[in-house]
């Protein structure tokens, strides 16, 4: 969002506030979580505060608070990085309103009830979307849409795995208004979800060979592209599921990091490619990023069947448990309720 230095600076905040926030102690699992009260300080220049209704739990929380991941953050650090909420104050400089709803995510120690946010990292929701929705929305449909940036798609034929979850739905929402003929891979109940946001076919990994069942419809040719958050357990089904010169890209470890070793494998599956997708490599900064989160609102907003459905809430002092129920692998968007 702009800001714009104003005379009217009325709402300009001066002193702090106290707030509290989840942080990360010391590199482990959910239990080295802790909740405290801090002294915030004002918004600066260019910055504002923002009182969180929502934050959003996401895989890369339990990656940075494990301590072993390719991006790291000093212990103790803030936990969660994306949220929804309003405007309570402003720094100097800033003319976003008081009270405006936004979102948006790179809001490090977004689990708190209330942050710091530079104003280039606001997105305004739309007034269809609840926040709930906005915060299940935004750090999925940035990765999303850099997602969408990586190979060609259009005319072609992309498989995606977890295509119902928070990313994967707005993945396959995106890549079949480019132009692919999406197949969408997703188990249980989820399947029926996949099959009505509009995927050409659907795979059931839980009925067989998923290679197989993509080899099966596309003709016995395979993916052009693979989208996969996976990566130890689906490697080589993705490599067996691509068309030859194909491309696999990996945006996840739900299942943990590849084997360096696999490499040779890439001449058996026919010369294909395969990339770690880094984001800030698709992007040229938070103007992008936010520009992304604002198509990602605008298609949850005319197709709310893209917004992964909650399957959890926790209050601020059940952050643990909130990253507990997102390992243990539930059938949607974990939240932290700050105000509840
Ligand atoms: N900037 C980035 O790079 C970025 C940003 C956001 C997310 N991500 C990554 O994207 C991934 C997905 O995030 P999300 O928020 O969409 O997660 P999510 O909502 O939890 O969805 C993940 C889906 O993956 C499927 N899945 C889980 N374990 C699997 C396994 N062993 N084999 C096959 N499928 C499995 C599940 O679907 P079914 O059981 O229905 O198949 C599940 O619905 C995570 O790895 C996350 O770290 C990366």
């Not at 004002?42 to 991941?69: F, I, M, Q, T, W």
């Amino acid at each position: 969002m702009d800001s714009t230095t104003t005379d009217d600076e009325r709402d300009v905040m001066t002193e702090g506030v106290k707030r509290r926030v989840a942080r990360a102690v010391r590199p482990g699992g959910p239990e080295v979580i802790e909740v405290v009260e801090e002294a915030l300080a004002a918004p600066g220049p260019g910055e504002v505060l923002v009182k969180v209704v929502v934050s959003g739990v996401n895989h890369a929380d339990g990656l940075l608070r494990s301590g072993g991941y390719v991006v790291s953050a000093r212990f103790p650090h803030p936990v969660g990085v994306e949220a929804a909420g309003v405007v309570a104050a402003i720094g100097p400089g800033v003319l976003v309103p008081v009270g405006t709803r936004v979102a948006g995510t790179g809001w490090l120690g977004s689990c708190a009830d209330y942050a710091v946010v530079p104003v280039e990292r606001l997105v305004e929701i739309p007034g269809q979307l609840s926040f709930e929705q906005a915060a299940s929305v935004a750090h999925a449909g940035a990765a999303a849409g850099a997602l969408t940036r990586v190979w060609p798609v259009e005319g072609r034929v992309a498989a995606v795995w977890g295509a119902a979850g928070a990313v994967g739905r707005l993945l396959v929402v995106m890549l079949a208004r480019r132009g692919a003929e999406v197949i969408g891979i997703a188990s249980g109940a989820r399947v029926k979800a996949v099959q009505e946001l509009g995927a050409a076919h659907v795979v059931d990994r839980a009925a067989g060979d998923v290679a197989e069942q993509v080899r099966a419809a596309t003709g016995g040719r395979g993916a052009d592209v693979v989208f996969d958050p996976v990566a130890a357990e689906t490697f080589r089904t993705s490599l067996g599921m691509l068309a030859p010169r194909g491309c696999l890209i990996n945006y996840g470890q739900l299942a943990g990091e590849v084997d360096g070793a696999l490499f040779h494998e890439l001449f058996r599956a026919g010369g294909v490619f395969v990339t770690k997708f880094n984001a800030a490599a698709y992007v040229t900064g938070y103007a992008d990023v936010t520009r992304l989160i604002g198509e990602a609102f605008e298609l949850a907003a005319q197709h709310p069947s893209a917004v992964v459905p909650v399957a959890d809430r926790f209050g601020l002092a059940d952050v643990a448990a909130a990253h507990r129920a997102l390992d243990s692998g539930p059938a949607g968007k974990v939240l932290v309720i700050p105000g509840r």
